[in-house]
C-alpha cells in the first residue's frame, strides 16, 4: 500500500485530524488510544499522519475507543457556523437556537426589576434552564430559597420549581439556556416575570 499524504480541506483529512484531536482531549498517547482500539501504535501514527488508508472498520473501532459514534467522527464541517439572534425588542431579549439541539434556546436579558415571589410571577413547567449572569448580581427564587448570583456565576435548575430571576442592587444582564420544555414555559407574549 502506497503512503497517502490527505488534503486538509476533505473529509478524509478532517476525519484523521479529529481522531488526533479526540485523543488529545482525552489525555492519551498514541499508545494508550491503539490499545483501546486495538491496533497497533504505528498503525494509529500512520492513520493520524494520513499514511495509511482510512478502513471503516477502523473507524468503527476507532469511534468506539474515543467514546463517540461514527456519525460524529466523520461528519463534515459546515459553512452555517455563525448565526444572528433573533431580536424581540418587546422584551429586551435575543434568542439564539443551537442548530445542533433544534429544541434548545440561548436568551440573552437585560433585567432592570427585582424577582418576584408573587405566586402570579412565578414560574413552574417541565424542563431545566442553566444561566450566567454576564454583569451585576442577579436574585433566582426557586421554591422557598433565594439565591445571590453574582458576575460569572451560573446556575443551573429544575423547572418544575417555581422560580424567578431579577435584578439585586441594580441592573444586570443574563445569558440563559434553555431546553424545549423550559423553553416552551417562558413564551414571548405571556405575562411573565421580569425576569426572562
Known sequence: MLPMTQDDGDLDGLVRKR?????VAQGWSLEELAARARLSQSTLSRIENGHRRLALDQLVTLAR????SLDQLVETATDDVVSSPMIDAAHGLMRWPIKAEPGM????RRMTEPA???????????GREWLVVLSGTAT?????????VETHQAAEFPTMLPHSIGA???PCEILGIFDRDARRGHQP???ETPAR
Do not use: K, Q, Y
Not at 19 to 23: G, K, N, P
Not at 105 to 108: D, K, P, Q
Not at 140 to 146: A, E, K, S, Y
Open 19 to 23: 481522531i488526533r484531536a479526540l485523543r
Open 65 to 68: 475507543a474515543l467514546d463517540t
Open 105 to 108: 434556546t440561548v436568551v440573552r
Open 116 to 126: 418576584s415571589d408573587h405566586p402570579s410571577r412565578m414560574r413552574a413547567h417541565p
Open 140 to 148: 433566582l427564587l426557586l421554591g422557598n430559597r433565594r439565591f445571590r
Open 168 to 170: 439585586e442592587g441594580g
Open 189 to 191: 407574549g405571556e405575562t
